[in-house]
T-cell receptor, first 112, second 116 residues
Framework: QKEVEQNSGPLSVPEGAIASLNCTYS??????FFWYRQYSGKSPELIMS????GDKEDGRFTAQLNKASQYVSLLIRDSQPSDSATYLC????????????FGSGTRLQVQP | DGGITQSPKYLFRKEGQNVTLSCEQN?????MYWYRQDPGQGLRLIYY???????QKGDIAEGYSVSREKKESFPLTVTSAQKNPTAFYLC???????????????FGPGTRLTVL
């Protein structure tokens, strides 16, 4: 079992719709959770971080965390063609090895 | 401008050669990291360092070496022992013990290495 799992996609949504990206993780000790956006050929860009159960909103983005189910998600409201990218989920234990473990990413396509 | 710089952007290596990838940050971050990304894959950790003159192996350290002589710099050497080095190499940094950030990592623009 991979430590961090994401559906590779592509996830295709029409412009203006809500895109829902999901991530599960296997290490129950994980405490910090991050979403990165990566455009083709570019480096990842941090867009959201979440540390507590529940929802965290930032503009059109909402991160949702459920530690009991070991599940973190990212919602993108009013999706735009410029949101088309690969979204990487990453987790961190906050103890011991303090380095992120990444999923392989979900490719999102927003259709105009 | 604060940020992370990596050089070169593109690098071509002949088989049997060692090459060194540069990573510099002026964010005053304590921790620095090297990741490798292969096409269609996530990021895999090569090495990381949380303090000057100390570093730890990541998941795929074989065939790589690093040094951390200055807080700002964390160069990665890809040695001839690395069997399949063609990949996109990403350097990142993060603050440590900074209230509220919990090891948020920020990435440089990357170096694309191709073995000829």
């Amino acid at each position: 079992q991979k430590e961090v799992e994401q559906n590779s996609g592509p996830l295709s949504v029409p412009e203006g719709a809500i895109a829902s990206l999901n991530c599960t993780y296997s290490d129950r000790v994980s405490q910090s959770f991050f979403w990165y956006r990566q455009y083709s050929g570019k480096s990842p860009e941090l867009i959201m971080s979440i540390y507590s159960n529940g929802d965290k909103e930032d503009g059109r983005f909402t991160a949702q965390l459920n530690k009991a189910s070991q599940y973190v998600s990212l919602l993108i409201r009013d999706s735009q063609p410029s949101d088309s990218a690969t979204y990487l989920c990453a987790v961190n234990r906050d103890t011991g090895r303090r380095a992120l473990t990444f999923g392989s990413g979900t490719r999102l396509q927003v259709q105009p | 401008d604060g940020g992370i710089t990596q050089s070169p952007k593109y690098l071509f290596r002949k088989e049997g050669q060692n090459v060194t990838l540069s990573c510099e940050q002026n964010l005053n971050h304590d921790a620095m990291y090297w990741y490798r990304q292969d096409p269609g894959q996530g990021l895999r950790l090569i090495y990381y360092s949380q303090i000057v003159n100390d570093f730890q192996k990541g998941d795929i350290a074989e065939g790589y070496s690093v040094s951390r002589e200055k807080k700002e710099s964390f160069p990665l050497t890809v040695t001839s022992a690395q069997k399949n080095p063609t990949a996109f190499y990403l350097c990142a940094s993060s603050p440590i013990n900074y209230a509220g950030t919990r090891y948020e990592q920020f990435f440089g623009p990357g170096t694309r290495l191709t073995v000829l």
